[in-house]
């Protein structure tokens, strides 16, 4: 599941938390959900996603540390755990703290 915030006036994706039942792990089935949701969020419009999470799974998906695309969270993380992938190769550099949803109560 993708849901949108901000970076300065962007809009991003964030990439919720991943589970896959156990008997189904370590056959791709993750990273193929996620990359089917590059597809989509390419054929959206998207730029950018970002992830809060492990940096040995994430980064099988392509997702580097967000602060090497100038975007930062809003609260204290480390740096190898707060990743962002860039969907479009196109895209424009974005660089700000992330804004979440308000439903997500991060201020």
């Known amino acids: 599941m993708f849901t949108g915030a901000k970076v300065g006036g962007d ?3 964030v990439l919720a938390p991943l589970s896959v039942l156990p008997g189904y792990q370590r056959k791709g089935v993750g990273i193929s959900l996620i990359k089917e949701g590059h597809k989509i969020a390419d054929a959206s419009g998207y730029g950018y996603s970002i992830v809060l999470g ?3 799974y994430y980064q099988k998906a ?3 540390p967000a602060d090497q695309f100038g975007i ?3 609260f204290d993380v ?3 755990n707060f ?3 860039k969907i479009k190769e196109d895209a ?3 660089h700000g703290i992330v804004t979440y ?3 997500f109560g991060i201020d």
């Open 11 to 13: 809009t991003v994706l």
């Open 54 to 56: 492990s940096q040995g």
């Open 62 to 64: 392509g997702y580097l």
């Open 72 to 74: 930062k969270p809003p």
């Open 78 to 80: 480390p740096d190898e």
């Open 83 to 85: 990743m962002a992938y």
């Open 92 to 94: 424009s550099d974005i």
């Open 101 to 103: 949803a308000k439903e």
